[in-house]
Nanobody, 114 residues
C-alpha cells in the first residue's frame, strides 16, 4: 500500500508560480514512477507531468515550457508551475504506480483568478 500526501495549491493570480509537492510513503522498496494529473469541472482527468519508470519526464503540451516536475528525493516529487493561466484551474492529483497498482492523492485545488 502506498500513501500520497500532497501540499501546495490554492488561489493564484494569473501569471503566478505556485509549487505542488507530493510525498509517497508505505512499504516502498524502489524509486517509483510518480506524476501529476489534473481534472477541471466537466473534463476528464489528464496527465500534466510525470516521471516514467526509466526516469524521464513527460509533459502535457499545454504546460510544456511553463511547468517543471522534479524529484526532490527518492519518492517525493514537486511540480513547479509558472505563468499560470485561468485554464490551469483544476484539482491536481498526485499519482504513483507501484507493483502494478495505481495510487492517488486526495487532490489539491489550484484556482487561477484575479
Amino acid at each position: 500500500q502506498v500513501q500520497l500526501v500532497e501540499s501546495g495549491g490554492g488561489l493564484v493570480q494569473p501569471g503566478g508560480s505556485p509549487r505542488l509537492s507530493c510525498a509517497a510513503s508505505g512499504r516502498i522498496f524502489s524509486t517509483i514512477p510518480m506524476g501529476w494529473y489534473r481534472q477541471a469541472p466537466g473534463n476528464q482527468r489528464e496527465l500534466v507531468a510525470g516521471f516514467t519508470s526509466g526516469g524521464s519526464a513527460n509533459y502535457a503540451d499545454s504546460v510544456k515550457g511553463r511547468f517543471t516536475i522534479s524529484r526532490d528525493n527518492r519518492n517525493t516529487v514537486s511540480l513547479q508551475m509558472n505563468a499560470l493561466k485561468p485554464e490551469d484551474t483544476a484539482v491536481y492529483y498526485c499519482n504513483a504506480v507501484y507493483v502494478g497498482s495505481q495510487y492517488w492523492g486526495q487532490g489539491t485545488q489550484v484556482t487561477v483568478s484575479s
